[in-house]
């Protein structure tokens, strides 16, 4: 699929999904006959915004029509998009997109040092495909280390580790804000080889991925407290805060901050006993000592 026309399908879908879990009474219409399919109906949604029926019916089946900025913003409104469902938006209609970044597999030597010289906080730094370029030693410790470019992309990590084995306390929470976080940056690459087939291949595979996937949720960065389950340790709390690498395209700095004192005892702890027990990559369900 070229890349307008998987844009226009990926614009179809998102709209279809968010125009269902709005419902009448939000928009101050009253609840009517029952309905077939949860949320508005597509002429509310044209009503409020001020289009066209027909024209909104066009845009929702993917067919190559334009619209404009006071448009988007109207449905927009209409929808109750938040600011990173609204970008998402801009994004599918081609309108105000910066061009896509080169990828990115090779970083300054210097980016490295950086990590190694972070201290006891687990660092590392990610693409916006959610590949894992570099990591410091806490990092390691905290989480697997990674082997080959496919095992260090943390969204095939998360979705293909047994819940039995996930490290992540609270997957109902993380799962689908990383399948958000994916996603806003998905409608980029649309028609990438790269990136079309690391969704194929989880389609495939993670059922759990596929429902998740299939909500057309956007999110944005933001600082937040991810729960961690070591074998050795036990659970930790970490704060994860993101920073821009400038002179770095499309990567990030990703730094987990332990919360508590107990977090920050634990961790190290692991520092501390490099031998500690973890899980192992390729086969999630076992424990692996490092070497």
Known sequence: MTTAPARRTELAAFLRSRRARITPEELGLPPGPR??????????????????????????????????????DAIARTLRLNQPELSHLYRLADIRTAPAPPPCDDLDPTVQRILDDFGTFPACVINSRLDVLAWNAPYAALWPRFRGSRGRNLLWLSFTVPACCSSLVEREVDLPLLAALFRTHYVRHLGDPDWEGLVDDLLAVSPEFTEIWSRQDVAGVSTRTKRHQHPAVGELRVVVSNFEILGATDVELVVYTPEDPQSRERLQWLLDHPEAPGYAHDHPDVLYVHE
């Open 35 to 72: 309905r077939r399919t949860p949320g508005l109906r597509r002429e509310e949604v044209a009503l409020h915004a001020g289009v066209g029926v027909t024209w909104y019916t066009w845009l929702e089946q993917g067919r190559p029509i334009n619209a404009s900025p006071q448009v988007l």
